[in-house]
């Protein structure tokens, strides 16, 4: 809390103290008085993780990734708004709701969760995403070549609906490296060094990097990200 309002972070205590009752040890958190009283009152604790707190999964990768917990909730959510979206008849609206939405809904999920998380995910919106786009171009199956013009960006004449799928890895590289540079841009916080070499030794961030690099030295020799 003396880090957050030397950085200009204004504490609601209230909520601080339900997120995170104050105790020693992880394994006494149920035993505070808080714990007790929020339980007494219906709410539904977990020592393990948040289903959500503002659109970010919390917790531990085995709870965020649960049944019923965040990345389930927000795939269910994703594959249903595709449902709705095939419902209408005008082909433009539907496209329009396709590439600036529909597709793009677990996009900010690959840049907090390893690429091995979100497979699952991103494997399902992307099956309903095609079936989306077979209805709207009225065709009962999609070539390789098809599906490749597909996923390619607007910009590179294809239709931007790639889905998730295609960038977990670059997504997470992107993420954990605008945190990298953020912390270490943090002059005078002590721990900022220790955070950042923390989340740069990370298996699954050094996983995603190979997969980057494999793609870049594979299309033109560039210098690989280090």
Known sequence: MTNGNRYGIRWNTMKWYGYMPQHSLEADVQLTAEWGELQSMGVQLSRDGL???????IGK????AAEGNHLDKVTEKALGLIDKIMQMTDVRAMFGMLAYSASQSLNHLARLLPPAVMMGSATRHGSKLQEAIKQMLTL????DHQ??????PIRE??????GASPI?????????GAVIR???HKSGWAEAYTI??????????AASMDAVNEVIEESNGAMSLK
């Open 61 to 64: 990768l085995s709870y965020v």
């Open 157 to 162: 004449g294809g239709l931007g609906l790639g």
């Open 140 to 143: 009962n199956t999609l070539t």
């Open 182 to 184: 953020w912390l270490q």
């Open 196 to 205: 950042s070499v923390s989340i740069a030794s990370k298996a699954a961030l």
């Open 168 to 176: 977990l890895h670059s997504a997470f590289v992107g993420g954990h």
């Open 51 to 57: 289903p959500r707190l503002l659109g970010v999964p």
């Open 147 to 152: 599906r490749a013009v597909v996923a390619m």
